[in-house]
């Protein structure tokens, strides 16, 4: 009796462990699945639009039963900012994304990931919003660490070295194009990191005056659907690009709507409440080690020198950065409880994470990039919720 109460008690500890490795485990099946559907022809923004519906549809129960009343305080400001949200973090950073994936390799597309929460740094350091606190060690690391993850993404782009299979899996008809467009789908990653990183600013100021995480993603899933349907007929119009069928194209959308996002959206919230934000941004790089042995393996994906380098800096400069991001919160969260002097301006705003405003960013960057979040203060025009409409 003794060993199972002591085994139950194991079990219940190791929950919150098991629920991050389910995050990252879907994580790279989901970028398995785009890539091989991408690599066969299938149209972004229809892959989009249809990922999106189902998403709306897992998270709508959530935001109707738990959160209806907030609804109601939806003001055409919030709805403003909330349509920029769906434009900057869906549209173009989540299409960027997918182009650039359909250009390279799942591994490359991912490394990326892990990078969104550096560029989110370097875009607030640039435009002063975050100080890089220098003087204290917590800033050094911090720095430390950007410029680790900096020189993988450099390693990984611009050196290869020697290459080898783990697997004589055939690879996929497509890799002789996928060789020939890196740079283009380099550049689409990039444009698509910058795109997320603006998309962090722009949360910064909505989630402090609209803090309801299950309608905030109901209404952005929703616009992000229609985005997505109006710029793809926009772009191609032909019927064979929106049908669908019985296949792995349907099976993906199914999968990154129910899985890559409802489910994986309650485990991190569910994390996030247990064990704090910066728990699960700690697994992130688990992603970037499953996609790439399962592409080796089951694609026959090649495997180059350059590739494992540039992974271990980015892995290790991302470990680095998060440790001292958590460290200086830490520091700036005791100064800040016996602080007496006055509020800071109403038009700037510090972001207190919630597991709902990144909820549409691939899964490998969610934790991290809105962990760096956390500290942006941001400097847009103040949004005006309803009651304060009714007081003037």
């Known amino acids: ?177 996928d060789h020939a467009n890196m740079l283009r789908g380099t550049i689409f990653l990039m444009c698509s990191c910058m795109s997320y990183g603006c998309w962090f600013l722009i949360q910064a100021k909505v989630s402090k005056v609209f803090p309801y995480k299950y309608s905030a993603t109901f209404i952005i899933c929703m616009i992000a659907t229609i985005q997505s349907a109006i710029v793809g007929v926009c772009i191609d119009r032909r019927k064979a690009s929106w049908k669908l069928g019985l296949n792995l194209q349907l099976i993906t959308i199914f999968y990154s709507g129910a899985l890559a996002t409802a489910a994986t959206f309650c485990l991190i919230s569910w994390a996030v409440e247990r064990r704090g934000p910066t728990y699960p941004s700690m697994f992130n790089p688990l992603s970037l080690i499953f996609v790439a042995i399962a592409e080796a393996v089951f694609l026959g994906q090649e495997t180059s020198i350059g590739s494992l380098l540039g992974m271990f800096l980015i892995i290790v400069g991302l470990y680095s950065f998060l440790r001292a991001k958590s460290k200086e919160l830490t520091q700036i969260g005791s100064s800040n409880a016996g602080d007496t002097e006055a509020p800071p301006p109403e038009n700037e705003v510090t972001v207190h994470p919630s597991p709902t405003s990144n909820m549409e960013l691939p899964i490998l960057a969610h934790e991290s990039a809105r962990f760096q979040s956390k500290a942006i203060e941001v400097a847009i025009p103040p949004i005006q919720t309803q009651e304060e409409k009714e007081c003037l």
């Open 1 to 177: 009796m003794k060993i199972m109460e002591e085994i139950k008690k194991k079990m219940k500890r190791s929950n919150v462990l098991i629920g991050m490795l389910t995050v990252q485990v879907i994580a790279t099946g989901l970028q398995l699945l785009s890539k091989v559907i991408l690599s066969h022809g299938t149209f972004v923004f229809a892959l989009m639009s249809y990922r999106h519906v189902v998403a709306t549809l897992c998270i709508a129960p959530f935001a109707l039963i738990w959160e209806r009343e907030s609804l109601k305080k939806v003001t055409w400001s919030i709805f403003f900012w909330l349509f920029m949200i769906a434009l900057t973090g869906i549209i173009m950073a989540m299409g960027l994304f997918y182009y650039g994936l359909k250009d390279t390799t799942a591994t490359y597309a991912t490394n990326f990931l892990n990078l969104i929460p550096i560029v989110t740094f370097i875009l607030s350091t640039v435009l002063r919003v975050e100080k890089l606190r220098l003087k204290t060690k917590a800033g050094k690391v911090k720095l430390l660490g950007a410029m680790l993850c900096l020189a993988g993404a450099l390693t990984i782009t611009l050196y290869k070295g020697k290459v080898f299979h783990v697997s004589h899996h055939d690879k996929h008809q497509n890799s002789s194009k």
